[in-house]
């Protein structure tokens, strides 16, 4: 404590001797003193003059200083570079004369002014010390706070076209950086579809093929952002086309079997027929009776599992069963006269389902094709001669 002294003596004086009751003495008029340690101090004035000498004493009480209790409040203890941090000194107990920062990355600031507010910009990631020194008559006291700068939150996107559906897209959001700890993905998926507060895995469905940008924004747990892009195409399958195949054993068979087939769209596909009767019957392949000749129409709808459809039609003909004669040959043998070695042979038939087939075969193994025909033999004799009728 510095205590200023005023020397009030009055007569002659020709000296003056200050005491301080702590080993300390002073010949000034009027000096100060600064007493270092706590107790009470008598301090004598001596002067000196013609007349004699004089003196008087007074007491000085000095009592402890209270100690200051160094402590501060931050309104942030993580965040990603460049992270700004608002100090306020919330310090209390004794007297503060001087305040110094420390900010832990080499910077420091002294305040002597009483201010208790400061900010400070950490440019780089770390963990960092911060310290609050406070001195004043009680001594000094410091605290410790520390502050973990991050990296910048950044996200990639990672896509996928679905295999069952080529306009289905899966996306996985890859964040790092920040708090490690995120909380909400926002998509945008390029097309006007959004996803607020989503997850880091998502998908979605395109209406059409094409290109698309695709945005998504990472919030983590201390509200750091961070946003990432990827740009997708997207291939529109083709048409969908169905198709019919009918099978029948032959034209008057009342049985007919049906197999549709489709292409295009995408897989798997469901299968509906639909008779002219009305009734309907699902799978791709089926048989079908009828109880009578006729023409029927049959429909085959095909959707795909986008719920896509296609339709073809076929109409099935089931003819009349005809009742024929049996099929019978006969050859018609013209010769000019017994001796001529020159024989036409002349083919026919009847019965059967024409148009009829003509096949000759004779006894050299040579064959022939046409319904009638003249042939040369070398010389007399008897020759087999064989002919096959075939009807349609």
Do not use: C, K
């Not at 007569?11 to 003193?33: K, L, M, R, V, Y």
């Not at 000194?89 to 507010?117: A, C, P, V």
């Not at 700890?181 to 998926?189: G, L, S, T």
């Not at 099978?247 to 008779?275: D, I, R």
């Amino acid at each position: 404590m510095n205590v200023q002294f005023t020397n009030l003596s009055t007569g002659n004086i020709t000296s003056t001797e200050w005491s301080f009751g702590d080993g300390a003495t002073s010949n000034q008029q009027n000096p100060s003193h600064t007493f270092n340690s706590p107790g009470t101090f008598p301090v004598t004035l001596t002067i000196s003059g013609p007349g004699g000498t004089s003196n008087v004493t007074r007491q000085v009480i000095v009592q402890s200083a209270n100690p200051p209790v160094a402590s501060f409040t931050q309104d942030a203890v993580e965040g990603t570079a460049p992270l700004t941090v608002n100090f306020t000194d919330t310090s209390s107990g004794g007297q503060i004369d001087q305040r110094i920062w420390s900010f832990g990355d080499g910077r420091t600031e002294t305040i002597t002014d009483g201010q208790r507010n400061i900010s400070h910009t950490y440019e780089n990631v770390g963990t960092y010390n911060v310290i609050l020194s406070v001195e004043g008559p009680g001594g000094t006291s410091s605290s410790t706070r520390q502050i973990r700068v991050g990296n910048p939150v950044s996200v990639d996107i990672v896509g996928s076209v679905s295999d069952e559906n080529p306009l289905e897209v899966g996306l996985q959001a890859q964040a790092s950086g920040g708090s490690q700890n995120y909380v909400a993905y926002d998509w945008d998926f390029g097309d006007g579809q959004t996803q607020a507060n989503g997850n880091a895995s998502t998908s979605v469905t395109y209406q059409s093929g094409g290109t698309y940008t695709i945005n998504v924004t990472v919030r983590d747990s201390q509200g750091n952002t961070g946003q990432g892009s990827a740009i997708v195409t997207v291939i529109e399958p083709d048409a969908l086309v169905a198709a019919i195949d009918v099978q029948q054993t032959s034209p008057t068979n009342l049985e007919v079997g049906l197999a549709g087939s489709a292409s295009g769209g995408v897989e798997p596909y469901s299968f509906l027929w639909t008779f002219d009767d009305g009734t309907t019957a699902e799978g791709q392949s089926l048989n079908r009776n009828y109880t009578a000749p006729g023409q029927y129409l049959v429909r085959l709808t095909v959707t795909d599992s986008l719920s896509v459809a296609a339709q073809a039609e076929v109409t099935v003909t089931i003819e009349e069963e005809v009742v024929v004669d049996p099929l019978s040959a006969a050859i018609d043998v013209q010769q000019t006269s017994p001796t001529s070695l020159e024989v036409g042979l002349a083919g026919s038939a009847s019965g059967g389902v024409e148009p009829y087939s003509f096949l000759w075969t004779f006894d050299d193994g040579t064959t022939a094709e046409d319904q009638s025909l003249n042939r040369t033999y070398p010389g007399a004799g008897q020759y087999p001669v064989s002919l096959t009728v075939t009807d349609s």
